[in-house]
Nanobody
Framework: VQLQASGGGLVQAGGSLRLSCAAS????????MGWFRQAPGKEREFVAV????????YYTDSVKGRFTISRDNAKNTVYLQMNSLKPEDTAVYYC???????????????WGQGTLVTVSS
């Protein structure tokens, strides 16, 4: 599976962005998909994950109620809708694919290249 993330950019606090992650390969629908982020000088951290069917989603506490993860298996794409963005959301955002539904970085099998989200105050 190859992953290509896009949609990052510069936005003011309170604004919105939608990230997309397009996957190649016919087995996309059998993978759980997650979004992780890494701020400068910090470790990569979990943001959100969605099961292969889309029936289960989990979020880190700091984004609950503001971010929504979704997927379209017909388009081999997973999305992260980010609303009410805060300066502390500034990071490089990565999509990842895993055979199991996981929030753990090293349990993911495939990674996209990352897309930078910058939120100005």
């Amino acid at each position: 599976v190859q992953l290509q993330a896009s949609g990052g950019g510069l936005v003011q606090a309170g604004g919105s962005l939608r990230l997309s992650c397009a996957a190649s390969g016919r087995i996309f629908s059998s993978y759980a998909m997650g979004w992780f982020r890494q701020a400068p000088g910090k470790e990569r951290e979990f943001v959100a994950v969605i099961s292969w069917s889309g029936g289960s989603t989990y979020y880190t506490d700091s984004v609950k109620g503001r971010f929504t993860i979704s997927r379209d298996n017909a388009k081999n794409t997973v999305y992260l809708q980010m609303n009410s963005l805060k300066p502390e959301d500034t990071a490089v955002y990565y999509c990842a694919a895993a055979r199991v539904l996981t929030v753990v970085v090293y349990e993911n099998d495939y990674w996209g290249q990352g897309t930078l989200v910058t939120v100005s105050s």
